[in-house]
């Protein structure tokens, strides 16, 4: 090319650009909440994995046979409790106490739906492009989904807050499924049969 061939080439001058950018227009209060809330997903996703294994693991067989059955693949079941996302993990959740007969809470399968319907937000919050607050502190995230929606509700400070209380709210109701059963929710230190004793 000539090289006067008419293109303006650029780069970004990044010693001009402002401190935290690019989220730099938000409040630090706003990324606080944001975090909370991610963070509070995540941990849902840890007390469901939680929960899987110990469903499956008070599980009671019929027979020998199918007790060694169920134990040489238990171990792909938990495997996939560490490594799926949301919405699958509360499927497997789902299955998981279906399965025991020793479950004692009714209504498990309004949990299932409140879990994945939280996914759908989970997957803004974490995934989306958070544009420029308006003057009320709210921030349309850029974000579409596989369906090809795209996200329209503005975003503040209050909203994350309501999804942080919510999504805490489903956490504590699942430990609650397992320790209603009279077991010890795992790696807590709360009343209870343990689900594992390795001792």
Known sequence: M????????????????PAKW?????????WEQLGRTVATFGFLEEVLGKAI??????????????????????????ERALTETLKPLADAYGKAVRDNSE??????GKLIVAIKEASEIRNVICHGSWRTPDAEGRSLPLFINKRKEIFETPIDIAYLHQVH???AELACTVVDTVTHMGFQFPGGAG?????????
Not at 2 to 17: C, K, P, T, Y
């Open 2 to 17: 000539a090289e006067n061939d008419g293109i303006h080439r650029a780069i970004i001058d990044r010693d001009s650009l």
């Open 22 to 30: 690019p989220t730099h227009r938000h409040a630090p209060e706003f």
């Open 53 to 78: 294994f110990a469903y499956t693991a008070t599980r009671r067989y019929e027979t020998q046979a199918k007790a060694q059955a169920a134990y040489a693949a238990w171990l792909p079941t938990l």
């Open 103 to 108: 479950n004692t809470t009714e209504n498990v």
């Open 165 to 167: 209380c919510h999504v």
């Open 191 to 199: 009343p209870g049969k343990r689900v594992w004793n390795n001792e």
